[in-house]
């Protein structure tokens, strides 16, 4: 979803980026594992490497779990309430685990890895998220169209 929202931004004359989790942690936080603690900084880094390509003009689509309210106030201070934009990709952990073409998430039932968000380590529901995308029973492209729509009312260009 992140990479169709990047595109669909891109075409329509903005520039977008995408930070994704995975590729995020295999280079800039490889040092990081995913205690809370390390959750907490791998979070930080990613708000200051966003707020970078934001003070470069461009828009930063952070793809990211952020599963307390703590850690997304932290990125909103470093980021700065007036630039930052939460979005809620609400999906029951079912489906999670049905789309999850990683295997993750068998790797965490099969207790091969800990602490993983949803089945041994906890989400918290932002309460007030700019946007709110319900994705279970609609296409990606609905879900894209939502948010393009949600950020081009919110972002102050």
Not at 98 to 124: C, H, N, W
Request: hydrophobic letters at 40%; one cysteine or more; aromatic letters at 8%.
């Amino acid at each position: 979803m992140a990479i169709a929202l990047e595109r669909k931004l891109f075409d329509k004359g903005y520039s977008a980026i995408v930070l994704d989790g995975d590729n995020i942690r295999s280079g800039i936080n490889n040092n990081l594992g995913f205690t809370q603690e390390e959750r907490e900084e791998n979070n930080r880094r990613v708000a200051e490497v966003a707020k970078l390509f934001l003070s470069n003009g461009q828009i930063c689509i952070v793809s990211f779990i952020s599963p307390t309210d703590k850690m997304r106030q932290m990125a909103r201070d470093i980021i700065g309430k007036e630039d930052y934009v939460e979005a809620f990709i609400d999906t029951p952990i079912e489906l999670c685990e049905q789309r999850d073409i990683k295997g993750l998430y068998k790797k965490a039932r099969m207790g091969e890895i800990s602490d993983f968000t949803g089945v041994d380590a906890p989400y918290e529901t932002p309460l007030h998220p700019h946007i709110h995308i319900h994705t279970e029973n609609q296409p990606v492209e609905q879900s894209v169209a939502e948010l393009v729509e949600s950020i081009l009312l919110t972002i102050r260009w």
